[in-house]
């Protein structure tokens, strides 16, 4: 069974950072495409930030140059830096692995207070 576990969310007051994990048990993860999203409350996920199987990474508009996606395809881990946080950075991040089919975890919360 797919699982994906995220983690590394909490409570952070404007200007600081966080680094969100995600880990995903799943055979041969390293062929599977790779995405962030965020889901703030009352409004629909977006896309955050995505690293392919060939490490091509691409942001949001709203995140460039603040965060910083990655992956260890050892580890069948994927990670998000977030830096300088801004309220509108609140909502509940999801981590999801693409091929075929998707695979999303449970999310983890951030929370930036201004």
């Known amino acids: 069974q797919v699982q994906l576990v995220e983690s590394g969310g909490g409570l952070v007051p404007a200007g600081g950072s966080l680094r969100l994990s995600c880990v995903a048990s799943i055979f041969a993860f390293d062929l599977y495409d790779t995405r962030w999203y965020r889901q703030a409350p009352g409004k629909q996920r977006v896309l955050v930030a995505s690293?392919?199987?060939?490490?091509?990474?691409a942001y949001a508009d709203s995140v460039k140059d603040r965060f910083v996606i990655s992956r260890d395809n050892a580890k069948n881990s994927l990670y998000l830096q977030m830096s300088s946080l801004k309220p509108e950075d609140t909502g509940l991040y999801f981590c999801?692995?693409?091929?075929?089919?998707?695979?999303w975890g449970q999310g983890t919360q951030v929370t930036v207070s201004s």
């Open positions: 999801s692995v693409h091929r075929a089919i998707a695979y």
């Open positions: 690293i392919d199987r060939n490490g091509t990474v």
